[in-house]
């Protein structure tokens, strides 16, 4: 029972890391119904500018993570600035591919300006497990899956509650049409570039602490996916509960099933339960049905 518990648990805290990562996703895709393939890389650039505060600097917690949170929301800005600002009412295909091109060049800057080497992470959370018998609890994942909860409930709160979310979601129905209303295209699109990037930098922390960075940690963008997809990539509290199914299929599939069949399925399952869902509903879970008449 106990080992049932632990890998419910890991799970439950694995599925709300993948939540959050997957909220880059939805926030840039609400101002621009643009996919951001660039998401994982998102998520590496701003581990290594907290790699860099605190460890390459040797800056103390509390002035190393705003300075990094703050130079996130710049290189957020300068992406919307230098690629997105010249796209404004073109079309999905155009931004989309730019995304792919942007993925790209991240990656090779994080390489160029930190190297291609492992690099120990801070532990920004108490690296020691909380332990209650048999079960353990990673400080961690705990930690991470309040963040997660307070994080997502704000963003949903914001899109659904707020002017200014309303907008940004005016502007990833039409361009044009939001721009005729009087909508700052431009400024939505800000936004969610710098927000993006900061959800990222939360996320890589939750992710990295007190483990190891390096190039490869992009990869967590395509492990969240699933997520995303499944959750409908217009509902920000929508991932949540896809989290949590993603995240304690995959928990609970490495627990029993990797060992019977040698490894893997744990890694699978997110990806077939994504596919089983969006078979039956293609907008994901609490997606949007739009209906266009020809």
Do not use: C
Not at 60 to 65: E, Q, S, T, Y
Not at 178 to 201: N, T
Not at 266 to 292: C, Q
């Amino acid at each position: 029972m106990s080992d049932f518990i632990n890998y419910l648990l890991n799970g439950v805290f694995i599925g709300t890391l993948y939540a959050l990562v997957a909220m880059g996703f939805v926030v840039i895709y609400r101002a621009s119904k643009v996919f951001n393939f660039a998401q994982g890389e998102l998520v590496a650039f701003g581990g290594f500018l907290v790699w860099w505060t605190v460890i390459a600097q040797g800056l103390p917690l509390w002035i190393a993570l705003p300075m990094a949170f703050a130079m996130a929301a710049v290189f957020g800005w300068l992406i919307e600035r230098i690629f997105f600002s010249r796209l404004v009412g073109e079309s999905i295909f155009s931004m989309v591919m730019v995304t792919i091109g942007l993925l790209i060049l991240i990656r090779g800057l994080i390489i160029v300006l930190f190297g291609a080497e492992v690099k120990p992470f801070p532990a920004i959370f108490n690296t020691r497990p909380i332990i209650l018998g048999d079960i353990i609890i990673s400080r961690s994942g705990l930690y991470g899956a309040i963040l997660t909860l307070v994080i997502g409930l704000a963003l949903s709160w914001f899109f659904n509650r707020t002017t200014s979310g309303l907008r940004m979601t005016a502007v990833a129905e039409d361009h044009q049409i939001a721009m005729s209303l009087g909508v700052s295209v431009r400024r939505s699109l800000i936004f969610a570039w710098i927000l993006g990037a900061v959800i990222s930098v939360v996320a890589a922390i939750v992710f990295l602490s007190g483990r190891s960075i390096n190039p490869l940690t992009s990869e967590i963008g395509m492990a969240a996916l699933p997520v995303a997809l499944l959750a409908g990539l217009e509902s920000v509290g929508g991932l949540l509960l896809a989290g949590l199914i993603v995240g304690i299929a995959q928990g609970l599939g490495t627990g029993y099933l990797d060992p019977l069949v040698g490894g893997a399925v744990g890694a699978v399952l997110p990806y077939f339960i994504m596919l089983a869902v969006l078979f039956i509903k293609p907008t994901g879970l609490f997606g949007w049905e739009t209906i266009e008449r020809v």
